[in-house]
């Protein structure tokens, strides 16, 4: 298998990608669960391999047993499937955060998202943040570019964070015109 395989190549309208993994950026689920609300049953449109993404002592299949005989094994994965809205369609990128070759996958994105005419790339995420469960929790904007934050709905001055598969996307994208 190529890194990426792709299933579907369009046309689609107005693609934007959609990036939410299972992982560091992923508090509460907030990104699974956006994503799955999502793409429940969407097409698979591109799935990346998964022997070059992870270790599968860290990410480790899950296998089926059914009256002691083993019926089947799930392997971890990272997929794009289509969900089509009003006026666009959207490219969502979901699965385990890749333990490997974060910088392979983010190039081949971008080669893929280039060839759909992708020009947008959201990333969702939930940061694990010390909030008290009787407050509101606080949402947080990042953008690639200063005119795309909205005012009072940013982290002020400098924040350093340990990175995300997502954000290795996110970066990729931003400095490939998307």
Same mark, same amino acid.
């Not at 792709?6 to 934007?16: A, N, T």
């Not at 289509?82 to 959207?90: A, I, R």
């Not at 694990?128 to 690639?144: E, F, G, K, Q």
């Given at each position: 298998?190529?890194?990426?395989?792709?299933?579907?190549?369009?046309?689609? %309208?107005?693609?934007?990608?959609?990036?939410?993994?299972?992982?560091?950026?992923?508090?509460?689920?907030?990104?699974?669960?956006?994503?799955?609300?999502?793409?429940?049953?969407?097409?698979?449109?591109?799935?990346?391999?998964?022997? %070059?993404?992870?270790?599968?002592?860290?990410?480790?299949?899950?296998?089926?047993?059914?009256?002691?005989?083993?019926?089947?094994?799930?392997?971890?994965?990272?997929?794009?499937?289509?969900?089509?809205?009003?006026? &666009?369609?959207? &490219?969502?990128?979901?699965?385990?955060?890749?333990?490997?070759?974060?910088?392979? &996958?983010?190039?081949?994105?971008?080669?893929?998202?280039?060839?759909?005419?992708?020009?947008?790339?959201?990333?969702?995420?939930?940061? !694990?943040?010390?909030?008290?469960?009787?407050?509101?929790?606080?949402?947080?904007?990042?953008?690639?570019? !200063?005119? %795309?934050?909205?005012?009072?709905?940013?982290?002020?001055?400098? &924040?350093?964070? !340990?990175?995300?598969?997502?954000?290795?996307?996110?970066?990729?994208?931003? %400095?490939?015109?998307?």
């Amino acid at each position: 298998m190529d890194f990426v395989e792709v299933i579907d190549s369009g046309p689609f %309208r107005r693609p934007v990608t959609v990036v939410a993994l299972d992982g560091w950026v992923n508090a509460g689920s907030a990104a699974t669960i956006a994503a799955e609300a999502l793409v429940h049953d969407a097409p698979i449109i591109a799935r990346f391999d998964s022997d %070059r993404l992870y270790d599968y002592r860290m990410s480790r299949p899950v296998v089926d047993f059914v009256d002691g005989v083993m019926q089947q094994v799930e392997w971890p994965e990272l997929t794009v499937r289509l969900h089509p809205t009003g006026e &666009l369609d959207l &490219l969502v990128v979901t699965g385990i955060e890749p333990n490997w070759s974060w910088l392979q &996958l983010s190039g081949e994105l971008v080669k893929i998202s280039k060839a759909w005419g992708v020009t947008q790339h959201l990333s969702i995420g939930g940061v !694990p943040w010390a909030a008290p469960h009787t407050r509101p929790i606080s949402v947080m904007t990042t953008a690639s570019s !200063p005119e %795309r934050v909205p005012a009072n709905d940013h982290p002020a001055g400098l &924040l350093r964070v !340990p990175g995300a598969a997502v954000s290795a996307l996110e970066w990729k994208a931003a %400095r490939s015109g998307i």
